[in-house]
């Protein structure tokens, strides 16, 4: 089984909303049929407006949904009939094929099919810096970088998506695709967010040390943050 990442873009004739209800809808309805073996959607939406600070811009536009796609073969054969479905209902798609790790489950909120899960799920596009070979890139993120990630936010869903391959023509360059998810407080609370809720010297610390740890293998002016709302449609099991 592969898992694909399309990031969305949304016609100007859609609402945030209307959009919303389809990708859930209708065309989540015709993923399912033609055979996707899971189906996650990560929408912008009137839900996650008060984490609007959070969103990090370097690439504009920014997309306006991901989907992530599990199925038996991302060869462009077996993944025409979804690009297919998603392409009229979007002004623009890229899909990636990743190899997902998943470093902390969401055990403290599972996620109900079908429905909105708790808090707000951020998604994260790197690019490994010019500064650093991949492999050295891959090593400070993967086996450094995670540890801080878990031990100074409040994130109860952590997925690093290794970016192994753009599967659409003019798909932005992209490395990794990270999801984490965090309680609503921490939309707008930077305490709630770095889990020192009540805590100056703890919030102090945590926030050095994470900045400290990205600044090893982020550039920030190429990293693009996007707050989202997480649907999962169907959960993927292992074949």
Not at 16 to 37: H, I, K, P, V, Y
Not at 93 to 108: F, K, M, P, Q, W
Not at 197 to 224: H, P, T
Request: glycine residues 4%.
């Amino acid at each position: 089984m592969e898992k694909i990442i399309y990031t969305l873009w949304r016609t100007p004739q859609d609402s945030a909303e209307a959009f919303s209800q389809r990708l859930r809808g209708e065309l989540a309805d015709q993923l399912l049929t033609l055979g996707a073996q899971g189906l996650q959607i990560n929408l912008v939406d009137a839900d996650v407006a008060p984490a609007a600070g959070l969103r990090q811009e370097n690439n504009r536009p920014l997309p306006d949904a991901t989907l992530s796609l599990w199925a038996d073969s991302a060869n462009t054969e077996s993944r025409r009939p979804f690009d297919e479905v998603l392409t009229p209902a979007t002004s623009r798609l890229a899909a990636y094929l990743v190899s997902e790790s998943v470093v902390i489950r969401n055990t403290r909120f599972p996620a109900k099919l079908g429905e909105r899960t708790h808090g707000f799920s951020q998604i994260a596009f790197l690019s490994c810096p010019p500064r650093l070979t991949r492999d050295a890139w891959l090593d400070v993120w993967r086996n450094y970088h995670t540890r801080v990630a878990i031990d100074t936010q409040d994130n109860f869903l952590y997925v690093q998506n290794l970016v192994v391959r753009p599967l659409t023509h003019g798909a932005t360059p992209l490395d990794a695709i990270v999801e984490e998810a965090f309680p609503p407080a921490a939309m707008t609370d930077p305490m709630a967010f770095f889990d020192a809720v009540g805590d100056a010297e703890k919030f102090q610390k945590n926030l050095a040390a994470m900045m400290e740890s990205c600044n090893r293998f982020i550039d920030f002016d190429r990293i693009d943050v996007l707050p989202t709302s997480q649907y999962v449609i169907k959960t993927a099991t292992a074949s």
